[in-house]
């Protein structure tokens, strides 16, 4: 069994900052992941894909967070963050992180974020 468990959403100003961090656990290896990613999907809207990393630490924004959202990775710890800066109303959705193993992909059950205007 494999669990994504995300954390650091919540409700904040536009202009701020969050930062959402993602952990798996159970039986995944470390040394078995390919790529992790971030999604989000807003009420209403498809999901879609925030950001991505892959095992060389090669990296690829959505347009609409380019310069403003980092992600980053550790694959020892088996963990992926997202730095969320100048949020945006147009930020608010709930955010999964997705992990992709050589045989397998796994979901995180999502965290809220909203970005008030």
């Known amino acids: 069994q494999v669990q994504l468990v995300e954390s650091g959403g919540g409700l904040v100003q536009a202009g701020g900052s969050l930062r959402l961090s993602c952990t798996a656990s159970?039986?995944?290896?470390?040394?078995?992941?390919?790529?992790m990613e971030w999604y989000r999907q807003a009420p209403g809207k498809q999901r879609e894909l925030v950001a991505s990393?892959?095992?060389?630490?090669?990296?690829n924004y959505a347009d609409t967070v380019k310069g403003r959202f980092t992600i980053s990775r550790d694959n020892a710890k088996k963990t992926v963050d997202l730095q969320m800066n100048s949020l945006k109303p147009e930020d608010t959705a709930v955010y999964y992180c997705?992990?992709?193993?050589?045989?397998?992909?796994?979901w995180g059950q999502g965290t809220q974020v909203t970005v008030s205007s």
């Open positions: 159970g039986t995944i290896n470390s040394f078995a992941i390919k790529v």
């Open positions: 990393i892959a095992r060389g630490d090669s990296t």
């Open positions: 997705k992990i992709t193993t050589y045989g397998n992909a796994y």
